[in-house]
Protein backbone atom coordinates (compact mmCIF):
# COMPACT_ATOMS: atom_id res chain seq x y z
CA UNK A 1 0.00 0.00 0.00
CA UNK A 2 1.54 3.64 -1.22
CA UNK A 3 1.98 6.19 1.40
CA UNK A 4 -0.10 9.29 1.39
CA UNK A 5 2.81 11.49 -0.02
CA UNK A 6 3.14 9.16 -2.55
CA UNK A 7 -0.20 9.64 -3.71
CA UNK A 8 -0.12 12.98 -3.72
CA UNK A 9 2.97 13.41 -5.75
CA UNK A 10 1.41 11.39 -7.88
CA UNK A 11 -1.84 13.97 -8.04
CA UNK A 12 -0.02 16.90 -8.25
CA UNK A 13 2.44 15.93 -11.53
CA UNK A 14 5.64 16.94 -9.31
CA UNK A 15 7.59 17.12 -6.15
CA UNK A 16 5.88 18.57 -3.37
CA UNK A 17 7.26 20.22 -0.28
CA UNK A 18 5.61 18.52 2.69
CA UNK A 19 7.17 20.96 4.86
CA UNK A 20 4.96 24.08 3.91
CA UNK A 21 2.87 22.94 0.11
CA UNK A 22 0.83 19.96 1.92
CA UNK A 23 0.75 19.24 5.57
CA UNK A 24 0.65 15.42 6.52
CA UNK A 25 -0.57 13.95 9.67
CA UNK A 26 -0.72 10.90 11.99
CA UNK A 27 -2.56 10.66 15.25
CA UNK A 28 -2.23 7.22 15.33
CA UNK A 29 -5.65 6.51 12.63
CA UNK A 30 -3.58 7.17 9.48
CA UNK A 31 -1.98 9.89 7.59
CA UNK A 32 -4.07 12.56 6.45
CA UNK A 33 -3.84 15.95 4.60
CA UNK A 34 -4.32 18.52 7.89
CA UNK A 35 -3.05 21.87 5.07
CA UNK A 36 -3.43 22.25 1.84
CA UNK A 37 -2.02 25.06 0.54
CA UNK A 38 -1.41 24.30 -3.05
CA UNK A 39 -3.27 26.11 -6.04
CA UNK A 40 -4.19 22.63 -6.97
CA UNK A 41 -7.70 21.82 -5.78
CA UNK A 42 -7.26 19.10 -2.30
CA UNK A 43 -7.88 15.60 -3.47
CA UNK A 44 -11.02 13.86 -2.82
CA UNK A 45 -10.03 10.30 -1.24
CA UNK A 46 -11.50 8.74 -4.24
CA UNK A 47 -8.99 10.80 -6.45
CA UNK A 48 -6.14 9.52 -3.90
CA UNK A 49 -7.19 5.90 -4.00
CA UNK A 50 -7.46 5.80 -7.90
CA UNK A 51 -3.40 6.76 -7.61
CA UNK A 52 -2.67 3.65 -5.31
CA UNK A 53 -1.19 1.84 -8.25
CA UNK A 54 0.90 4.44 -9.54
CA UNK A 55 2.23 5.73 -6.03
CA UNK A 56 3.14 1.97 -5.12
CA UNK A 57 4.87 1.72 -8.56
CA UNK A 58 7.01 4.79 -7.70
CA UNK A 59 7.78 3.20 -4.58
CA UNK A 60 8.91 0.10 -5.25
CA UNK A 61 10.99 1.80 -8.31
CA UNK A 62 12.67 3.94 -5.85
CA UNK A 63 13.44 1.29 -4.16
CA UNK A 64 15.12 -0.87 -6.73
CA UNK A 65 17.27 2.43 -7.86
CA UNK A 66 18.79 2.55 -4.38
CA UNK A 67 19.55 -0.87 -4.57
CA UNK A 68 20.93 -0.80 -8.29
CA UNK A 69 23.26 2.55 -6.98
CA UNK A 70 24.60 0.35 -3.53
CA UNK A 71 25.63 -2.27 -6.16
CA UNK A 72 26.93 -0.28 -8.85
CA UNK A 73 30.26 1.17 -6.97
CA UNK A 74 31.64 4.64 -6.80
CA UNK A 75 31.40 6.17 -10.15
CA UNK A 76 35.32 6.81 -10.34
CA UNK A 77 35.52 2.59 -10.32
CA UNK A 78 32.95 2.38 -12.45
CA UNK A 79 34.80 4.97 -14.90
CA UNK A 80 37.90 2.40 -14.35
CA UNK A 81 36.20 -0.30 -15.17
CA UNK A 82 34.53 1.53 -18.44
CA UNK A 83 38.43 2.52 -19.51
CA UNK A 84 39.73 -1.04 -18.78
CA UNK A 85 36.97 -3.31 -20.16
CA UNK A 86 33.29 -1.40 -21.18
CA UNK A 87 31.64 -4.69 -22.15
CA UNK A 88 32.51 -6.26 -19.24
CA UNK A 89 31.01 -3.05 -17.01
CA UNK A 90 27.53 -3.03 -19.39
CA UNK A 91 27.17 -6.60 -18.35
CA UNK A 92 27.83 -6.35 -15.26
CA UNK A 93 25.34 -3.00 -15.11
CA UNK A 94 23.12 -4.99 -17.09
CA UNK A 95 23.40 -7.99 -14.10
CA UNK A 96 22.33 -5.31 -11.87
CA UNK A 97 19.50 -4.04 -13.41
CA UNK A 98 18.02 -7.95 -14.18
CA UNK A 99 18.42 -8.36 -10.85
CA UNK A 100 16.62 -5.38 -9.65
CA UNK A 101 14.28 -4.68 -12.37
CA UNK A 102 11.64 -1.91 -12.06
CA UNK A 103 7.69 -2.04 -12.80
Known sequence: MAQLSSK???????????????ILQDDGQGAYIKEWNLDTPKPTQAQLDALETAADDEEYNNSQIQKRIAEYGQWKDQLDEIYTDIDAWKTRIAGIKTKYPKR
Open 8 to 22: IKQYVGSEVDFQSDV
